[in-house]
């Protein structure tokens, strides 16, 4: 019974965000969080222009709000519009993106490395990116980018990488694309120091110390 539960909130779930992904293509869709509430189900929806959901007068919102309770049946929905503040550090954001090149006909290399290029300027410790599919020719293939730092496994990843997946369409079939983002202040669990000692055997204070100390004076 427990499981069966479980199963049918996740399959609730996936829905949504299909939902708001085709709704809300044209307002940057970024993803989206579900939270259960005394007072009903709180949704807090990550886009880029917020202000082509709200609409005039809320309208749009409404209708939004009104379409979740027919086709999702959910208790009393609350959708919360959150603005993203760096585009190019969403990673179900550039998921979408990436997906609209391969469609428009771009190279899958070229949009995959124009997408890491871009999100690695703007500050990111580290970015996967795997495309999968009918890349080049009729048999399904691979395509797989990394720079920087990805962590994979652990309940680090879960805090740290911001995940994102989108689908192509193509004559020749469906492209999966997943993108995994490590925000810029993200805290690293293998991150140290080095403490530098002078030959009196005291410490010498680093850059970064001396930066931090410089910034609390100020």
Not at 9 to 18: A, H, Y
Not at 24 to 48: C, F, H, N, S
Not at 159 to 178: F, H, L, N, P, T
Request: proline share 4%; aromatic share 4%; net charge positive.
């Amino acid at each position: 019974m427990i499981e069966r539960i479980f199963v049918e909130e996740g399959i609730k779930k996936v829905r949504m965000d299909e939902y708001f992904r085709i709704e809300l293509e044209r307002a940057g869709y970024g993803g989206m969080d579900i939270k259960r509430t005394p007072m009903g189900t709180q949704i807090t929806v990550k886009v880029e222009k917020p202000g082509m959901i709200i609409g005039k007068d809320g309208r749009r919102i409404k209708k939004l709000t009104d379409d979740v309770v027919r086709k999702q049946e959910l208790d009393n929905p609350q959708i919360d519009v959150q603005p993203i503040g760096v585009p190019e550090l969403n990673a179900q954001l550039m998921a979408n993106r990436l997906a609209k090149l391969i469609e428009r006909g771009w190279h899958f290399r070229r949009a995959g490395r124009s997408t890491l290029q871009r999100i690695m300027d703007r500050g990111a410790l580290g970015c996967e990116i795997i495309m999968s599919g009918k890349l080049k020719g009729p048999r399904g293939r691979m395509e797989k980018m990394v720079s920087g730092y990805i962590k994979h496994c652990g309940s680090i990843a879960d805090e740290i990488v911001d995940k994102g997946y989108s689908i192509a369409m193509k004559k020749a079939g469906v492209i999966g694309v997943r993108v995994w983002i490590v925000p810029p202040d993200s805290k690293m669990p293998d991150a140290f120091r080095m403490n530098v000692v002078n030959k009196e055997g005291e410490k010498e204070e680093s850059k970064e110390e001396k930066e931090e100390k410089t910034e609390s004076k100020e």
